[in-house]
């Protein structure tokens, strides 16, 4: 799995003020905000909804293309599509998903994927 796309936006949280202020700080707020639908379980969808807002927000000129019209880039860096960036967090979905049962609770968010 390539992934630059999430280093590219973890880098940017985590340097950004605004998003640092918010930031969840425990696996059951992370499930509290993810959870669009309060039924205590997170689904792809809602996974892969939640996790895609920093990288709009980066998107600036909002073509769905994280690149060098969103702002400074690192030398060398391509761009990242949302597209790659949404199968990239689906993966990685299934892969926190230990149980098998497509949802995902507290514990797993709390443990790194595979």
Do not use: C, W
């Amino acid at each position: 799995m390539n992934r630059r796309p999430y280093a590219l936006l973890a880098g940017f949280v985590l340097v950004t003020p605004v998003f640092a202020q918010d930031f969840p700080r425990t696996p059951t707020e992370y499930l509290r905000r993810m959870d669009g639908n309060g039924d205590g379980h997170i689904d792809e969808a809602e996974y892969v909804r939640y996790m895609s807002q920093g990288f709009l927000r980066m998107d600036v000129n909002g073509d769905g293309v994280l690149d060098a019209n969103d702002g400074p880039t690192r030398p060398g860096a391509r761009p990242v599509h949302l597209e790659e960036f949404q199968r990239n967090l689906i993966h990685q979905f299934h892969k926190l998903d230990r149980n098998h049962d497509g949802v995902l609770n507290a514990k797993e968010l709390a443990q790194p994927p595979l």
